[in-house]
């Protein structure tokens, strides 16, 4: 779909920014690929797409913390060269980041006026803690000068980084899904800040993945799907059903073979399940669900509300505050690892390179680490090396892991080489529960394929498997039901035929 200009009429405000053709790669992924953007003098722009869409990156060069490869960018009208953040103030353009960029040790005031004090005219402390008054008290940001940024909570620290752009003279705020660290009032208070900085005639540009905020919030919208501009909606015009379906897409499926659904006895089981973060806020809400023998539930959802956290206590990684686990009926709540793979839980955890490998192994170590706890490897306590080898060769190739022997370190493989070493592993050994995150991540086609097929053999076999991905395709394509997460709960359970659509907007937390 192209972006054109049919969309913008007389009456609208004056184009204060413009971004034309930019494009962006990293090695083997590119993030913006020729993508267009368009803000209005005292409008809000919702930038809104999938985990990995382009968000970040393109607020990142338009911040000048990365050069594209292409395009250019217009501030009212005249084409601007902006290499560093501070290019971009000096242009009115602040950015407030996902993680914020404020210093522990120093007050507010302090941080406010960072990197201004060599300036020869350096405002006096004093000046500095009353403007900031000033502007906390007329956007209602509640922020106080002479606190520690340490003694401050996320959401405090969040008005700090916007205070201090608007004391820098912002005229156009982007803020990076500001309302993900942020409790409900809290957002509402931004909210009115907001407003209060349209009224004026600032702008500012909003990334999300939270549909209520692009409707409530943003004047138009802009859809970036895998590095590409999707849509360009004027909010008024369009409903969270086709922002979804937009975001969310349709890919060409692979066609898995898999046996009818025949659901055994119940393998898996939380319930009342509940897990609270550090600051208290619950990353795991009320969870009840049961898996059962030759089922998949896929567990849907944008990154970062839950999945991995349920991931981990299934595995036994993190300890559960409220709630049980049940394994074939057994209380398994709060075991540890070895415990769990005992009780026959295998796991593919999301960061593979970090937990699932010793580099330093070679591959049919590495592929054999599990399966050593079992009888045909071990045999009165000595490893048999021609098992293992057997084990190595026949999983190198089922599932095509490119190595130039069995005795190559691990270390030595390419990413995705790795990534099968530990896939190949963790289904070989799998028990009556395989607990798969995002599995197919990072990997190309033909391994993706492969992994899917392998993980719907598991199910056939009779496992239960818990899937989390953040493909929608792969999880319809695959799963029996699926589970919907948002903000630590369940918002839905749903059948796998449902469609696209539906599944798009609970992920964006509409019922
Ligand atoms: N500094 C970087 N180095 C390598 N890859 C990156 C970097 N920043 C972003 N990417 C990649 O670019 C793609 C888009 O990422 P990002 O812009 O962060 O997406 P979003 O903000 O929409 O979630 C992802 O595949 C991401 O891994
Ligand atoms: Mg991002």
New binding site residues.
Partial sequence: MKADDSHIDKNSPPMILEMRGITKS??G?T?NDNVNLELFKGEVLALL??????????M?VLVGL?RPDAGDIYVNGKKVHIHSPKDSMELGIGMVHQNFKLVDTMTVAENVILGEQEQRFAPKMKEVSTRIREISDHYGLNVAPDCYISELSVGERQRVEILKLIYRGAEILIL?EPTAVLTPQESQDLYKTIRQMTSEGKSAIF?THKMDEVIRFSDWVRV?KK?KLAAVKRTADTTPTELARLMVGREVLFNIEKDEFKPGDTILQLKNVELKGSDGIKLLDNLNFEIRSGEILGIAGVAGNGQVELTEIITGLRTIDSGSILLNERDRTNKSPIEMIKSGVSHIPSDRVAMGIVGDMSVANNLAMKGYREKPIIRGGILRRARILDLAKRMISVFKISTPSTNTHVKFLSGGNIQKTILAREIDACGDLLVAAYPSRGLDVGATEAVRTEIVKQRDAGRAVLLVSEDLDELVSISDRIAVMFEGKIIGLVDSNTEHEKIGLMMAGIK
């Avoid at 797409?49 to 393109?58: D, H, I, R």
């Fill in positions: 990293f090695p992924v993030a797409g999938e985990n990995g869409a382009g968000k970040s990156s393109l990142n990365y990076d990334i970036l590095g």
